[in-house]
């Protein structure tokens, strides 16, 4: 069993769509662990505030078959793969950590590299796992974060909450 990692955002009807896609990976894995979730500004194109959280959970699933998974979770939430990168989504989950394995192959990517680009992936993956090792490098996921946090590079969003049961 792998430790997976994910993020989850939303932008479109976020309470509904975050709390309805963190059921479906409990469904599909059982018990996930979940951080904070923050309120952050949209990245890369002008459109309404994410909500965006960082999950864990075991799997013995290949990253390529996770990523189906996900896929398909986003698209019976209303998820349009449009060719923009950067769009409104009603959610999106994207693998960031396969235990602590280096990947680019496959179309996949581990860790993913906006963990060290984007607050709102950095910031609650630093809540859940403060002290898990970005594979590769030595710092923490806590130093990472207060490192951009200190330079000014990153700005935290604003934690806000939702019932996601337990």
Not at 2 to 10: A, D, K, T
Not at 32 to 51: C, H, K, Q, R
Not at 60 to 89: M, T, V, Y
């Amino acid at each position: 069993m792998n430790r997976i990692l994910v993020s989850i955002g939303s932008n479109i009807d976020r309470r509904k769509h975050i709390a309805s896609g963190v059921e479906a990976l409990r469904e599909a894995f059982g018990e996930v662990a979940l951080s904070p979730i923050y309120e952050t500004p949209a990245e890369g194109f002008e459109g309404d505030d994410f909500f965006n959280l960082v999950a864990g959970f075991d799997s013995d699933l290949s990253p390529e078959a996770l990523n189906q998974r996900f896929k398909a979770i986003e698209a019976a939430h209303g998820r349009e793969r449009l060719d923009e990168k950067f769009a409104p989504r009603t959610l999106d989950i994207d693998l960031l950590l396969y235990g602590d394995e280096i990947i680019d192959a496959g179309g996949v990517q581990t860790p993913r590299d906006e963990i060290l680009r984007y607050a709102f992936v950095l910031q609650p993956l630093a809540d859940l796992v403060p002290d898990g090792v970005y594979p590769g490098r030595e710092e923490t996921f806590a130093a990472l974060w207060r490192a951009e946090l200190d330079s000014g590079r990153m700005k935290p969003g604003r934690r806000v909450s939702i019932d996601l049961g337990t």
